[in-house]
C-alpha cells in the first residue's frame, strides 16, 4: 500500500523516522515505487513542515536516481522535454518537475526522465534548504533592521566618537581587531552543517578551538592570523584594503559596494554590508554613498577597512576566511556602537550577533560555511551544540533546531591547563598544499543524513559516540586517547559517510608517518571538510619536534610524487599553534610611535604591508595631491621605517612592489616561447586562427550549423542495440576468438588535462586516484590496465595497450607509470606523444557574451547569481583590458597551451610510428579499441568486438541512452545522414533534446579501412611525408572549433582566480560526416558507457552500483 | 501620591538661547518657550517649577517667563548647573528641590501638542498619581531616529493599550541593541517605545543618580545619562510607560522651531488663518507667482 514512505517521513519514533530509504526501495516493485513516488510527491505540496517537505524531496531524488533504472520495465530509452530543462536551468524547478511528470505520464517510466526528475528534485531540496537558512539569517535578532534600510536618512548608526578625536598628529586612532581561527578538535561527521543542526540539533556537535598560528620555522611565535582595522578617513569614501591579497579600491558608489566579485574585496564588502554601515536594504537604492557616510561617520568623511591574514594559507581547514569576515564585522560592530565596548573582548550575546552577521556576509558574498566556523569569535575551548527550536525563536515551527547554535566555554576546572599545555606538545598542524572546494562534499552529507542510508545512519552514530570518547579523554588529560579516537573516526566514520574524505596524499603520509615513528605516532585527525589541506598529527611529545621536521619533508616528497596527480595550491607548511584565551580582542591604536619628526604628536599607523601596497599608487599623484593627514601618515611611516631596525627592509619591499619581478617560467627554467619551439607550435596557422577570431570568422557562434540544417533523432534501424535478445549469439564467440589472435589494441586517450575534473588546475586526470577500488585508491591508468590485463588473463594473449598523451601530460604519465613498474602491465605499454600544440587566446569579449549570455545557463542562487553575474562583467574587463584575441601568455607555460582535440589522436599514431612499431610487432592487428580516460566502464568487450567485425564497417561506435546530465550533443541524422555531431555544432540548444542516444567516444576502429580514408596503406606509414600530407589533407575536411575553457591562475598563499580563455580543437566524432567512412552505431549499457567528468559525480558513481561493476571488470596487478 | 513640583532641565551649553525663543501659543498670544513649558506643567496641578540652567541665565529666562508667572502666581526657582557633567547631572541639581516628593520632568528643548483636551503634562500626572509610581512619557519610534533618543524595552500592562511596565532603558541605542533587548510586543515592526521627553519621577531617581555621579566622579567620566538611571529604576521599583496621545516637537533641531510653530498653529485658535496662508504659499509656488518682498527689485 502505497504512502509507507510518508509515514517514514512523518513518524515521531525514532526508529522509523530513522529507517532508511534504500532497505524500502530494494524489495519494492517498479509499480509499488511508482505509486510511493505519487504519494511523496501529495505529500511535499501538502506539508508545511521544512524537515518533511525536504525529506521527502530528497527521497523523490533518490528512488528517481539510484532505485528506479534498477526496476525492470524501465525503459532505457526517453527524450527530455527542452521546455522542462529550461525550466531547470532558470531555477523554477516545480514547473520543470511538472513539465517531466507529465512527459513520464504520457510517454512511460524511462531512465531518461527519470535523471531530469532526480536532477530537479535535488536542486529544489537544497534550494529550499537554502532558502531557510536566509531566511533564519534574515530573522535572527539584531539582523532584521538592517533590511528595513532604504535611505541615507534611515541610517541609524554613528561612528563612535573615539574614532573621530583626531591624535594631535592630526590623523585618526585605528581600531584594530584581532581574532584567532577556529579548529575542530572532533571531526563529528561535519554536524556543523547549517541543516543537520536545525533538524538534529542533538547530533550536531562539535568541540571547537580558538588557536594563533604562526608558519614553523618563518614566524617567530603563534598570533592570531586574521586583524582588521578601521579608522575614519577625511574623504567620502569607503577605502577597502585587503593587505594579504594585495587589493585596494576607494569605492564611491554605492553599486559598487554591492559587486562582490568585481575584485578580491568581496570578504571586506560582505562585512561592511553584515555590519550594518551600509545596510543590505540599500542595495539597489539609488542613493548616494557620500550621503550615507555622511549619515554615518560626518559630512565629507568617509572609512577605511583593511584586511590582513597572517599568511595563513586558502583550504586550512582552519575557517580563516570565516573567522577574517568575523573580525572585519566586529570591528565594524564596534566602531558603530553596536558592542558595548569599543575595546576588548566580546560580550557572549555580542559573539553570537557577530557570527550571525558572520553567516549573512557570507550568504551576501556568495560563499558559505558551517556554524562552528565563527568558532574563532570565542575564547579558548568550546563544546558549539545544535539548540531545539522554542517558542519565541524565528525558527519555531519550521525547523526542530535553531539556526544558531550554543557555545559552551570549557573551563579550566573541566579541561585542565595542563591538559591544554600537553595538546599543544603533541599536536602539529599542518597545510598538506591541497586547496579544493568542499562544497560539493557539504551537500553530499546532507543529502545522505536526509536519505539515511544504513552504512551512512550507522557511521554518523559512531561519530556521535566518538565525539563524546572525545570530549571524555579531553576532559581526563588522555592526548594519547584523543589520537587513538581521530584516527579511528577518520578511517570509520568519516571515511563511510564521505569516502572523498581520504585521498592518496593523505593515506601516504599516515602510512610513512607511522612507519617512522612506530607508537610514537599517536594518531591522525582530520580538519574541516576534507583531507589534504589542514590536518592534524598527534605525537609522543618527546618526539613532537622531529614529527614536525619529518612532516615538511614526507609532504614535500609525497606532494613532488603526487604533483600531476592531485591538486596541489601551493608548497606544505607546518605550523606552530597555541590556544587563545580570548577570542577576538580589539584595542584603539592611538600612540604606536612617538616620531620625532611629527614634533610632540603621536600617531597611528596601518600595517607595513598596507603602506607597500598603497605608496606605489600614492606616488602617481603629487605630493601636493594628497590630504594633509596622508602625508602626514606617510611621513610618520618614513620615519619609523628609517627608525625602527625591524622595518629596515621597507625600501626594497616597496622597490619589488614598484618594479615585480617576471616569473614566467616553467619549473626546468623554459620559457613559453622555448617551449612552443620544443613542441613544434606551427605559429602561421596560429595567427591565421588568431586573425580568424578577432576578425570574427571564428567563434562560439561560428562553431554552429545554419540554422536551415534538418536534425533528427535516430530512425529504427540506425543503431544496434546488443541489450536485445534477438542480437545474434555468435559476436561474443567471434570477438573472443579476434581477440585470441591478437588482432586487437586499446587506445586510451590521455592527452586532455580534464579541466572540469579539477577545474583548470592543470593536473594529469589518467594519474588521478580518483576513488579506492579493490581497497586503495586506483588512477585512472591502473583502472584501464586492470581491465585490459583481465581481458588478456582471459583470453591468454596480452592486449597491447596504447596510451595516447600531449605536452601536457606526456612526461607526468611516462614517470609515474616508470615509478609504478607499469602497475605490473605484461601487455606492450606504449606512450603515443602527441605533436601538436596550441597556445592559448584571451577570449573576445563577443564569444564570452554569447556563452554567457545567449547559451541557455544555469541560474545558480539568487545571491550566488549576483556574484556570478559580477565576475562575468568583471572577466569581460579582464578581456578587453589584456586585449581580445591576444595570446594568453600572464600564466605559467603549460597553463597558456593546450591540447588542439582528440580528432589529432589517431593521426599521432601514423605520425609518431607507433603504429607502425605495434604492426610490426602484431602484424595481425586490425582493431584497435579507443576510448575516454574517463570512460571507466568500457573493456574490450568480445561481445562489441564480434559486433563491430561482423558489420564490416571502418568504424563502429558505441552510444548510451540520454540522461539529463549528458550534455554535449549525440547521434542524429543530419540533413538525413546518420552522424555524430557535437553539442556546439547544433544549432539550437534544443536541438539536442531530440536526440536519444549521447556518444560515449568508444569507438573500434578498422586499421585498414582508417588508413583507406586517409588515403594510406600499412606499407606507407614509414613515408613520414606521405602520412603527414595524408593527416593535412583529412584535417582540413574537419571542422575547427572555438571553445572556452577555464584555466586556474596561482598566486599569493595558495590562492587560486579561474579564468575562462579561448581555445581549438578538433574532434574525431565528426569523422563520421566523410561519406567514405562506413560508420555503425551500437547501444552500449550506462554501466559501460558513462563517463566521470566531474568529481561531483563520484558518490552516485560509488552509489548506483557503478564502480561494482567496474571493480567486476578488472584484475588488480601490482604496482 | 500627589504631584506638586516640576523640575524642567535648560542648562545644554550649546542651546543657550533655545527657551528664550518666541512662539505664538495655542491660544494666538506670544509666549518663549519656556513659558509654554511652564504653562504645560502648571497644567498638571505643579505649584512650583525648578528650571536648571547654565549659569548666569536666570535673568534673561525669568524675563522670559514673567508673563506666564504673573498670570499663574505660580514659584518658579532657578538652579544653576555649575559643570556641565550631563543631562542626569542636570536633573541631579534639582535634588534639594525636590527632596523626598515625586515630580514632574520636563526637558526645556521640547515642545508638546496633545490630541486631546487634556495637556499632555496632565495625562502624564494622572496615570501616575493613579498608579502611584514614576512614570515616563513615550511615543512608538522608527528604529532610524534611534539615535536620538533613550529608549525603554518592556511589556504591555494587562487590559492597557497606552501603558507599559518597563525593563530595561537604553540612552540611544543602536537597533542591533534594540532588537536584541526592546522589542515590546504588539508595537509595529522597527518600532521602538522612546522617551517623550516628559516623566514624573520619584525621590528614587535622585538617589540612583547620586550614586552614578558619586561614580562618574572617582572614574573621571564626564557625563552622566538620565536612562542610566532610569534603567537601574526599573530594577529597584515599579516604573511605568505611558504612550501618549500626542506629539512632541524637538525645538533644537534644524526647522525645530518652524515646525513646533505650524503643529501649534495648526491645533490652535490660529488654524483657519495659518492653514489658509499655508495653501495660499504652496499654490503661489506652484502656479510660478512670486509674492516675495524682494520680488521685482
Known amino acids: 500500500m502505497a504512502g509507507q514512505l510518508v509515514s517514514i517521513i512523518t513518524s515521531d519514533l525514532p526508529e522509523v523516522r530513522n529507517q532508511s530509504l534504500d532497505g524500502f526501495c530494494a524489495s519494492a516493485s517498479l509499480h509499488e515505487l511508482l505509486a510511493e513516488c505519487a504519494e511523496l510527491e501529495a505529500f511535499r505540496h501538502r506539508s508545511s513542515n521544512l524537515y518533511e517537505c525536504v525529506r521527502a524531496l530528497f527521497f523523490l531524488y533518490a528512488i528517481h536516481r539510484f532505485h528506479l533504472p534498477q526496476k525492470s520495465g524501465v525503459e532505457r530509452r526517453g527524450l527530455i522535454p527542452y521546455r522542462g530543462y529550461e525550466h531547470l536551468l532558470q531555477r523554477r524547478f516545480e514547473e520543470a518537475i511538472r513539465a517531466f511528470l507529465k512527459n513520464q505520464a504520457t510517454g512511460g517510466v524511462n531512465e531518461s526522465i527519470s535523471s531530469a526528475l532526480a536532477e530537479a528534485y535535488h536542486r529544489l531540496a537544497f534550494q529550499t534548504l537554502a532558502d531557510q537558512v536566509r531566511r533564519s539569517v534574515r530573522s535572527v535578532r539584531g539582523n532584521q533592521w538592517m533590511f528595513r534600510v532604504g535611505h541615507p536618512a534611515d541610517q541609524p548608526l554613528r561612528l563612535r566618537k573615539e574614532l573621530l578625536t583626531r591624535t594631535t598628529a592630526g590623523l585618526y586612532p585605528i581600531l584594530h581587531e584581532a581574532t584567532p581561527v577556529r579548529m575542530d578538535l572532533s571531526h563529528s561527521g561535519w554536524s556543523d552543517i547549517f541543516f543537520l543542526g536545525m533538524d538534529f540539533p542533538e547530533g550536531a556537535r562539535v568541540l571547537n578551538v580558538s588557536i594563533d598560528l604562526a608558519v614553523h620555522g618563518r614566524d617567530l611565535a603563534p598570533l592570531p592570523p586574521v586583524e582588521a582595522f578601521v579608522r575614519a578617513i577625511d574623504a567620502p569614501v569607503l577605502r577597502l584594503t585587503s593587505v594579504d591579497l594585495g587589493a585596494t579600491a576607494e569605492i564611491r558608489d554605492l553599486a559598487e559596494v554591492f559587486d562582490y566579485a568585481r575584485d578580491y574585496l568581496g570578504l571586506l564588502?560582505?562585512?561592511?554590508?553584515?555590519?550594518?554601515?551600509?545596510?543590505?536594504?540599500?542595495?539597489?537604492?539609488?542613493?548616494?554613498?557620500?550621503?550615507?557616510?555622511?549619515?554615518?561617520?560626518?559630512?565629507?568623511?568617509g572609512l577605511e577597512v583593511v584586511s590582513k591574514v597572517n599568511g595563513i594559507p586558502k583550504g586550512s581547514r582552519l575557517a580563516v576566511s570565516t573567522s577574517l569576515l568575523a573580525c572585519l564585522t566586529a570591528a565594524c560592530m564596534r566602531a558603530t556602537g553596536q558592542t558595548g565596548s569599543l575595546t576588548?573582548?566580546?560580550?557572549?550575546?555580542?559573539?553570537?550577533?557577530?557570527?550571525?552577521?558572520?553567516?549573512?556576509?557570507?550568504?551576501?558574498?556568495?560563499?558559505?560555511?558551517?556554524?562552528?566556523?565563527?568558532?574563532?569569535?570565542?575564547?579558548?575551548?568550546?563544546?558549539?551544540?545544535?539548540?531545539?527550536?522554542?517558542?519565541?525563536?524565528?525558527?519555531?515551527?519550521?525547523?526542530?533546531?535553531?539556526?544558531?547554535?550554543?557555545?559552551?566555554?570549557l573551563g579550566y576546572e573541566e579541561v585542565s591547563a595542563d591538559t591544554r599545555r600537553r595538546l599543544q606538545d603533541s599536536l602539529v598542524l599542518v597545510h598538506g598544499g591541497m586547496a579544493q572546494d568542499v562544497?560539493?562534499?557539504?551537500?553530499?552529507?546532507?543529502?545522505?543524513?536526509?536519505?539515511?542510508?544504513?552504512?551512512?545512519?550507522?557511521?554518523?552514530?559512531?561519530?556521535?559516540?566518538?565525539?563524546?570518547?572525545?570530549?571524555?579523554?579531553?576532559?581526563?588529560?588522555?592526548?594519547?586517547?584523543?589520537?587513538?579516537?581521530?584516527?579511528?573516526?577518520?578511517?570509520?566514520?568519516?571515511?563511510?559517510?564521505?569516502?572523498?574524505?581520504?585521498?592518496?596524499?593523505?593515506?601516504?603520509?599516515?602510512?610513512?608517518?607511522?612507519?617512522?615513528?612506530?607508537?610514537?605516532?599517536?594518531?591522525?585527525?582530520?580538519?574541516?571538510?576534507?583531507?589534504?589541506?589542514?590536518?592534524?598529527?598527534?605525537?609522543?611529545?618527546?618526539?613532537?619536534?622531529?614529527?614536525?621536521?619529518?612532516?615538511?619533508?614526507?609532504?614535500?616528497?609525497?606532494?613532488?610524487?603526487?604533483?600531476?596527480?592531485?591538486?596541489?595550491?601551493?608548497?606544505?607548511?607546518?605550523?606552530?599553534?597555541?590556544?587563545?584565551?580570548?577570542?577576538?580582542?580589539?584595542?584603539?591604536?592611538?600612540?604606536?610611535?612617538?616620531?620625532?619628526?611629527?614634533?610632540?604628536?603621536?600617531?597611528?599607523?596601518?600595517?607595513?604591508?598596507?603602506?607597500?601596497?598603497?605608496?606605489?599608487?600614492?606616488?602617481?599623484?603629487?605630493?601636493?595631491?594628497?590630504?594633509?593627514?596622508?602625508?602626514?601618515?606617510?611621513?610618520?611611516?618614513?620615519?619609523?621605517?628609517?627608525?625602527?631596525?625591524?622595518?629596515?627592509?621597507?625600501?626594497?619591499?616597496?622597490?619589488?612592489?614598484?618594479?615585480?619581478?617576471?616569473?614566467?617560467?616553467?619549473e626546468d627554467?623554459?620559457?613559453?616561447?622555448?617551449?612552443?619551439?620544443?613542441?613544434?607550435?606551427?605559429?602561421?596557422?596560429?595567427?591565421?586562427?588568431?586573425?580568424?577570431?578577432?576578425?570574427?570568422?571564428?567563434?562560439?557562434?561560428?562553431?554552429?550549423?545554419?540554422?536551415?540544417?534538418?536534425?533528427?533523432?535516430?530512425?529504427?534501424?540506425?543503431?544496434?542495440?546488443?541489450?536485445?535478445?534477438?542480437?545474434?549469439?555468435?559476436?561474443?564467440?567471434?570477438?573472443?576468438?579476434?581477440?585470441?589472435?591478437?588482432?586487437?589494441?586499446?587506445?586510451?586517450?590521455?592527452?586532455?588535462?580534464?579541466?572540469?575534473?579539477?577545474?583548470?588546475?592543470?593536473?594529469?586526470?589518467?594519474?588521478?586516484?580518483?576513488?579506492?577500488?579493490?581497497?586503495?585508491?586506483?588512477?585512472?591508468?591502473?583502472?584501464?590496465?586492470?581491465?585490459?590485463?583481465?581481458?588478456?588473463?582471459?583470453?591468454?594473449?596480452?592486449?597491447?595497450?596504447?596510451?595516447?598523451?600531449?605536452?601536457?601530460?606526456?612526461?607526468?604519465?611516462?614517470?609515474?607509470?616508470?615509478?609504478?613498474?607499469?602497475?605490473?602491465?605484461?601487455?606492450?605499454?606504449?606512450?603515443?606523444?602527441?605533436?601538436?600544440?596550441?597556445?592559448?587566446?584571451?577570449?573576445?569579449?563577443?564569444?564570452?557574451?554569447?556563452?554567457?549570455?545567449?547559451?541557455?545557463?544555469?541560474?545558480?542562487?539568487?545571491?550566488?547569481?549576483?556574484?556570478?553575474?559580477?565576475?562575468?562583467?568583471?572577466?569581460?574587463?579582464?578581456?578587453?583590458?589584456?586585449?581580445?584575441?591576444?595570446?594568453?601568455?600572464?600564466?605559467?607555460?603549460?597553463?597558456?597551451?593546450?591540447?588542439?582535440?582528440?580528432?589529432?589522436?589517431?593521426?599521432?599514431?601514423?605520425r609518431n610510428g607507433v603504429l607502425a612499431g605495434l604492426l610490426d610487432q602484431r602484424p595481425q592487428l586490425r582493431t584497435l579499441m579507443m576510448h575516454n580516460i574517463d570512460t571507466v566502464g568500457v573493456d574490450v568487450s568480445p561481445l562489441m568486438l564480434g559486433a563491430h567485425l561482423s558489420s564490416g564497417a571502418a568504424m563502429t561506435v558505441e552510444v548510451i541512452t540520454r540522461r539529463v546530465e549528458d550534455r554535449g550533443g549525440g547521434l542524429a541524422r543530419i540533413d538525413g545522414a546518420l552522424r555524430l555531431i557535437e553539442g556546439m555544432a547544433l544549432p539550437k540548444e534544443e536541438d539536442e533534446f531530440?536526440?536519444?542516444?549521447?556518444?560515449?567516444?568508444?569507438?573500434?576502429?578498422?586499421?585498414?579501412?582508417?588508413?583507406?580514408?586517409f588515403g594510406l596503406s600499412r606499407a606507407d606509414l614509414r613515408n613520414t611525408e606521405q602520412v603527414a600530407d595524408a593527416v593535412r589533407a583529412v584535417a582540413a575536411r574537419m571542422p575547427t572549433y572555438v571553445t572556452l575553457k577555464d584555466v586556474k591562475k596561482r598566486w599569493g598563499h595558495g590562492q587560486e582566480d579561474v579564468y575562462p580563455v579561448a581555445q581549438f580543437e578538433k574532434l574525431w566524432g565528426d569523422m563520421t560526416a566523410l561519406p567514405e567512412m562506413e560508420t555503425h552505431f551500437v547501444v552500449a549499457s550506462r554501466l559501460r558507457g558513462q563517463q566521470l567528468k566531474e568529481q561531483a559525480q563520484l558518490d552516485g558513481w560509488l552509489r548506483d552500483g557503478s564502480a561494482a561493476y567496474v571493480e567486476s571488470l578488472c584484475a588488480w596487478g601490482e604496482g | 501620591m500627589r504631584i506638586a513640583k516640576a523640575v524642567i532641565t535648560a542648562a545644554g551649553r550649546n542651546q543657550r538661547t533655545l527657551p528664550l525663543q518666541t512662539l505664538r501659543d495655542r491660544d494666538g498670544t506670544e509666549k518663549a518657550v519656556l513659558g509654554i513649558l511652564v504653562e504645560e506643567a502648571l497644567s498638571a496641578g505643579v505649584e512650583e517649577v525648578a528650571v536648571v540652567v547654565v549659569p548666569g541665565d536666570e535673568d534673561p529666562y525669568t524675563a522670559a517667563i514673567a508673563s506666564v508667572i504673573g498670570e499663574h502666581g505660580a514659584r518658579v526657582t532657578f538652579i544653576p548647573q555649575a559643570r556641565p557633567l550631563g543631562y542626569g547631572h542636570a536633573v541631579y541639581c534639582a535634588r534639594d528641590f525636590v527632596g523626598t516628593d515625586p515630580?514632574?520632568?520636563?526637558?526645556?528643548?521640547?515642545?508638546?501638542?496633545?490630541?486631546?483636551?487634556?495637556?499632555?503634562?496632565?495625562?502624564?500626572?494622572?496615570?501616575?498619581?493613579?498608579?502611584?509610581?514614576?512614570?515616563?512619557?513615550?511615543?512608538?519610534?522608527?528604529?532610524?531616529?534611534?539615535?536620538?533618543?533613550?529608549?525603554?524595552?518592556?511589556?504591555?500592562?494587562?487590559?492597557?493599550?497606552?501603558?507599559?511596565?518597563?525593563?530595561?532603558?537604553?540612552?540611544?541605542?543602536?537597533?542591533?541593541?534594540?532588537?536584541?533587548?526592546?522589542?515590546?510586543?504588539?508595537?509595529?515592526?522597527?518600532?521602538?517605545?522612546?522617551?517623550?521627553?516628559?516623566?514624573?519621577?520619584?525621590?528614587?531617581?535622585?538617589?540612583?543618580?547620586?550614586?552614578?555621579?558619586?561614580?562618574?566622579?572617582?572614574?573621571?567620566?564626564?557625563?552622566?545619562?538620565?536612562?542610566?538611571?532610569?534603567?537601574?529604576?526599573?530594577?529597584?521599583?515599579?516604573?511605568?510607560?505611558?504612550?501618549?496621545?500626542?506629539?512632541?516637537?524637538?525645538?533644537?533641531?534644524?526647522?525645530?522651531?518652524?515646525?513646533?510653530?505650524?503643529?501649534?498653529?495648526?491645533?490652535?485658535?490660529?488654524?483657519?488663518?495659518?492653514?489658509?496662508?499655508?495653501?495660499?504659499?504652496l499654490a503661489s509656488r506652484s502656479m510660478g507667482y512670486d509674492h516675495s518682498p524682494a520680488a521685482g527689485s
Open chain 1, 344 to 409: 576588548g573582548v566580546l560580550e557572549e550575546r555580542e559573539r553570537r550577533l557577530v557570527a550571525a552577521r558572520a553567516i549573512l556576509g557570507e550568504w551576501l558574498a556568495g560563499s558559505g560555511g558551517g556554524w562552528q566556523d565563527s568558532g574563532g569569535v570565542w575564547p579558548g575551548m568550546k563544546l558549539i551544540m545544535g539548540e531545539q527550536a522554542v517558542a519565541g525563536d524565528p525558527e519555531y515551527g519550521i525547523s526542530r533546531g535553531r539556526l544558531l547554535p550554543g557555545h559552551h566555554i
Open chain 1, 669 to 910: 627554467g623554459r620559457s613559453l616561447d622555448a617551449l612552443l619551439d620544443d613542441l613544434g607550435f606551427d605559429r602561421i596557422q596560429h595567427e591565421q586562427i588568431r586573425a580568424d577570431v578577432r576578425s570574427g570568422r571564428v567563434g562560439l557562434a561560428q562553431n554552429r550549423l545554419p540554422a536551415s540544417t534538418v536534425i533528427r533523432d535516430v530512425a529504427p534501424g540506425d543503431v544496434l542495440d546488443l541489450a536485445h535478445a534477438d542480437v545474434e549469439s555468435r559476436y561474443p564467440a567471434e570477438g573472443l576468438e579476434a581477440i585470441r589472435r591478437g588482432e586487437v589494441a586499446v587506445v586510451t586517450l590521455a592527452a586532455g588535462a580534464g579541466s572540469r575534473w579539477t577545474q583548470g588546475a592543470g593536473v594529469v586526470k589518467a594519474l588521478h586516484p580518483f576513488s579506492k577500488l579493490g581497497g586503495t585508491h586506483r588512477t585512472f591508468i591502473e583502472l584501464h590496465l586492470a581491465k585490459s590485463r583481465r581481458v588478456s588473463q582471459e583470453t591468454g594473449v596480452w592486449l597491447p595497450h596504447v596510451i595516447t598523451t600531449s605536452y601536457l601530460t606526456h612526461a607526468p604519465i611516462r614517470d609515474f607509470l616508470e615509478r609504478k613498474g607499469n602497475y605490473g602491465y605484461g601487455g606492450p605499454l606504449i606512450l603515443s606523444l602527441g605533436r601538436a600544440v596550441g597556445l592559448r587566446l584571451i577570449p573576445m569579449a563577443r564569444d564570452l557574451r554569447f556563452a554567457w549570455e545567449e547559451m541557455p545557463q544555469q541560474l545558480l542562487d539568487e545571491q550566488a547569481q549576483k556574484v556570478r553575474e559580477s565576475l562575468n562583467a568583471a572577466l569581460i574587463g579582464w578581456a578587453q583590458t589584456m586585449g581580445e584575441g591576444s595570446d594568453y601568455r600572464d600564466n605559467v607555460p603549460l597553463q597558456c597551451l593546450h591540447p588542439v582535440g582528440h580528432w589529432f589522436e589517431i593521426p599521432n599514431l601514423l
Open chain 1, 994 to 1013: 531530440r536526440l536519444s542516444y549521447y556518444n560515449s567516444n568508444t569507438m573500434w576502429i578498422d586499421i585498414d579501412r582508417i588508413l583507406e580514408v
Open chain 1, 269 to 301: 564588502k560582505g562585512a561592511i554590508i553584515a555590519a550594518g554601515i551600509v545596510p543590505p536594504g540599500m542595495e539597489g537604492s539609488g542613493e548616494q554613498l557620500s550621503d550615507l557616510l555622511a549619515r554615518l561617520v560626518g559630512k565629507g568623511m
Open chain 1, 439 to 666: 562544497g560539493p562534499i557539504l551537500e553530499m552529507v546532507t543529502e545522505k543524513y536526509l536519505l539515511r542510508s544504513d552504512a551512512e545512519w550507522v557511521g554518523r552514530k559512531q561519530a556521535m559516540r566518538i565525539f563524546d570518547e572525545v570530549v571524555d579523554l579531553l576532559k581526563q588529560g588522555d592526548v594519547r586517547g584523543i589520537g587513538d579516537a581521530t584516527t579511528r573516526n577518520f578511517f570509520g566514520p568519516i571515511e563511510t559517510i564521505i569516502p572523498w574524505a581520504n585521498n592518496l596524499y593523505t593515506v601516504t603520509l599516515i602510512d610513512r608517518t607511522r612507519q617512522a615513528f612506530g607508537e610514537h605516532f599517536w594518531g591522525f585527525w582530520m580538519l574541516g571538510g576534507m583531507s589534504g589541506g589542514g590536518m592534524g598529527f598527534v605525537f609522543d611529545p618527546d618526539h613532537r619536534a622531529r614529527g614536525q621536521a619529518f612532516l615538511l619533508d614526507a609532504m614535500q616528497q609525497a606532494k613532488q610524487e603526487l604533483q600531476h596527480a592531485l591538486p596541489f595550491a601551493m608548497d606544505p607548511v607546518v605550523y606552530d599553534f597555541s590556544i587563545n584565551q580570548y577570542g577576538t580582542h580589539a584595542d584603539l591604536l592611538q600612540s604606536d610611535f612617538e616620531i620625532p619628526s611629527c614634533g610632540n604628536g603621536s600617531i597611528a599607523l596601518m600595517p607595513p604591508a598596507y603602506y607597500t601596497l598603497l605608496i606605489p599608487q600614492l606616488l602617481q599623484h603629487g605630493r601636493h595631491e594628497l590630504s594633509a593627514t596622508r602625508r602626514a601618515e606617510l611621513d610618520a611611516f618614513g620615519a619609523i621605517c628609517r627608525a625602527d631596525p625591524q622595518l629596515s627592509g621597507m625600501v626594497q619591499v616597496v622597490f619589488d612592489q614598484l618594479l615585480p619581478r617576471s616569473n614566467r617560467e616553467t
Open chain 2, 103 to 281: 515630580f514632574l520632568h520636563l526637558v526645556g528643548d521640547h515642545l508638546y501638542v496633545s490630541r486631546e483636551e487634556r495637556t499632555c503634562a496632565r495625562q502624564l500626572v494622572s496615570v501616575a498619581v493613579a498608579e502611584s509610581c514614576a512614570v515616563s512619557a513615550v511615543q512608538a519610534t522608527r528604529e532610524t531616529l534611534l539615535p536620538y533618543f533613550g529608549t525603554v524595552g518592556g511589556r504591555r500592562v494587562a487590559s492597557r493599550k497606552d501603558l507599559y511596565m518597563v525593563e530595561t532603558v537604553v540612552e540611544k541605542p543602536t537597533p542591533t541593541e534594540a532588537e536584541l533587548s526592546l522589542i515590546v510586543p504588539g508595537l509595529r515592526a522597527g518600532h521602538y517605545l522612546c522617551f517623550f521627553g516628559m516623566h514624573v519621577l520619584t525621590s528614587a531617581v535622585m538617589e540612583i543618580l547620586s550614586e552614578q555621579v558619586a561614580d562618574a566622579d572617582s572614574n573621571g567620566e564626564r557625563s552622566v545619562t538620565l536612562s542610566e538611571a532610569l534603567n537601574v529604576l526599573a530594577g529597584r521599583e515599579k516604573y511605568l510607560a505611558l504612550e501618549e496621545r500626542a506629539q512632541r516637537f524637538d525645538v533644537g533641531v534644524r526647522y525645530g522651531l518652524l515646525t513646533a510653530q505650524l503643529a501649534l498653529a495648526l491645533s490652535g485658535v490660529d488654524r483657519e488663518e495659518v492653514l489658509a496662508r499655508l495653501v495660499e504659499l
